[in-house]
């Protein structure tokens, strides 16, 4: 049985930095696609990160230059730097493997106060 359970949210001030974990079991971060979703207040759930099953990075471009995805294979967990967040950044984070039909974590609340 797969599950994601993430970690690392909370509240921080405009500018500041969080790293989110998503520590995965009953699947391999190292070869299969696992990403990070977000869903601010009235809004649709959106892509943030995601490593392709081949490795591959891609961000959306709001994020670009301030978010980080990376992997710990040993640890099997999947992290999100978040550098110079903004309000806009508010939302639920979710953790995901293998898409939308995939595996969903339960996720964690980011605010971000101005």
């Known amino acids: 049985q797969v599950h994601l359970v993430e970690s690392g949210g909370g509240l921080v001030q405009a500018g500041g930095s969080l790293r989110l974990s998503c520590a995965a079991s009953g699947i391999s971060v190292s070869f299969n696609a696992m990403g990070w979703y977000r869903r601010a207040p009235g809004k649709q759930r959106e892509l943030v990160a995601v490593?392709?099953?081949?490795?591959?990075?891609n961000y959306a471009d709001s994020v670009k230059g301030r978010f980080t995805i990376s992997r710990d294979n040993a640890k099997n967990t999947v992290y999100l730097q978040m550098n110079s967040l903004t309000p806009e950044d508010t939302a639920v984070y979710y953790c995901?493997?293998?898409?939308?039909?995939?595996?969903w974590g339960q996720g964690t609340q980011v605010t971000v106060s101005s």
């Open positions: 490593f392709s099953s081949g490795g591959y990075t």
């Open positions: 995901n493997s293998k898409g939308d039909n995939g595996y």
